[in-house]
């Protein structure tokens, strides 16, 4: 990895360069679920579980991790254009996990939209198995 990389627990302080990040990288779809302060709670409710990267303090990687109590989550794993295939990823993805093995949390999931083919070999690179023995369904509440 390159020097002058910098990661470190994401505090909502990040929000406004996370969203724009978001809104930014391809395959990253922003919901309402996404708003200032639902992040804002999501991150207060799993304090030091989800993950920013700064180059030269500019931020250029998310990664929001939080767990159930049994299973964990990841969700916008993201890294602008000119950080990529530089580790990036890599690190906050292991951050992630190495904070859910201290929380006793055996299995990680994220959820990969089916058309992104880049986003699936990254994932299975990192270890991650594609189940295709199960379905997600959701209701709007």
């Known amino acids: 990895m390159e020097i002058g990389y910098e990661f470190e627990v994401m ?3 990040d929000y406004d360069e996370a969203i724009a990040l978001w809104e930014s990288v391809e395959n990253v779809r922003i919901s309402p679920a996404d708003q200032r302060e ?4 999501y991150l207060a409710k799993s304090p030091a579980q989800s993950f920013v990267c700064r180059h030269a303090g500019k931020l250029v990687g998310t990664v929001l991790c939080a767990n159930d109590g049994r299973r964990a989550y ?7 254009a000119e950080h990529r295939r ?5 690190k906050l993805v292991e951050l992630a996990v190495m904070e859910q093995e201290a929380y006793g949390i055996g299995k990680c999931h994220i959820f990969v939209y089916g ?4 986003g699936i070999a990254f994932w299975q690179n990192e270890g991650f198995e594609l189940r295709d023995d199960l379905n997600i369904m959701s209701k709007n509440v």
């Open 86 to 90: 530089q580790g990036v990823a890599h």
């Open 11 to 13: 505090q909502m302080e």
């Open 115 to 118: 058309d992104n083919a880049a």
């Open 74 to 80: 990841i969700h916008h794993l993201a890294v602008t």
């Open 38 to 41: 639902n992040v804002a709670a």
